[in-house]
């Protein structure tokens, strides 16, 4: 059975919860989708079970610190497991240039020197264009731009190996141009700052995010099977899964999942 952990459910500035970070899998290997904001993609890895060594492909979507900065993180794990022979094969990042120009920069700044010889021979960029297509763990996984007013932003959307069709917006709103990506497809992961009643706390339309309501009413339009809310505020954890599923339900009448951090979705 495929499925999507959720290492991280948060916004850039959460603290009781770790940033975006998640995986698809079938359980043997990983597909990480961005990495979150620090070293606690680590921690959440060990906790959820996932050794480093079962990471070969990792998507970044853009280069906000709380998508990518755990991917310093994860460069130097598995640069250190390469060295001594209990990472096999090669680490495969898709990423803009842009990203990959600065994550280098930021290795060599940061990373030891000797480590740095891996890169473009077992840690390779794939820079990202508009409809590029990859095989990753035996599914067509296929990005575009989602047309971001802020910077640069990728978006991917994945054939399930049973299947079904999962699609990554990414952490703004649904935008027209991504239709051909996102329309009926089975899963459905899309950004929810905050819920409809916390607009005049959060403000989310004023930073390019969406309040769940938002997200909802996205979903129904495109006629997607299951919505999946992520990229949230961190107030009220323990009522976040409640709260922003009952909203859901109220604009869109298919399944809706709220993860928790470690939270396993079946696909």
């Not at 079938?26 to 961005?34: N, V």
């Not at 898709?94 to 060599?108: F, P, S, T, V």
Request: charged share 20%; glycine share 8%; with cysteine.
């Amino acid at each position: 059975m495929e499925q999507l952990t959720a290492l991280g459910t948060g916004y850039a500035v959460a603290t009781k919860c770790y940033t975006t970070c998640f995986t698809i899998s079938d359980g043997q290997e990983y597909f990480m989708i961005d990495t979150g904001g620090g070293n606690g993609v680590l921690t959440n890895l060990e906790k959820a079970g996932i050794a480093v060594s079962q990471v070969h492909h990792i998507f970044l979507s853009h280069r906000h610190t709380d998508h990518v900065l755990g991917a310093v993180w994860m460069l130097r794990m598995v640069g250190h497991g390469m060295e001594k022979g209990s990472y096999q094969g090669q680490l495969h990042l898709y990423c803009h240039q842009e990203i990959a120009d600065g994550l280098l920069q930021m290795c060599k700044f940061m990373l030891p020197g000797r480590l740095l010889p891996l890169f473009g021979q077992r840690i390779i960029f794939h820079c990202l264009a508009e409809g590029l297509s990859f095989d990753i763990l035996g599914r067509k996984t296929t990005f575009f731009d989602t047309r971001s007013k802020k910077t640069l932003q990728y978006g991917v959307t994945i054939a399930l190996q049973n299947g079904k069709t999962f699609t990554y917006l990414g952490d703004e709103p649904y935008r027209e141009q991504c239709a051909v990506y996102a329309r009926g497809v089975d899963y459905l992961m899309h950004e929810a700052m905050c819920l409809e009643s916390q607009e005049a706390q959060y403000h989310p339309h004023k930073i390019q995010h969406s309040t769940v309501k938002d997200a909802a009413q996205c979903a129904a339009a495109l006629q997607v099977k299951n919505l999946i809310l992520h990229h949230t505020e961190d107030t009220r954890l323990e009522q976040r899964k409640q709260a922003y599923t009952a909203e859901a339900q109220q604009y869109f009448s298919g399944g809706v999942y709220v993860p928790d951090d470690l939270d396993v979705i079946e696909l």
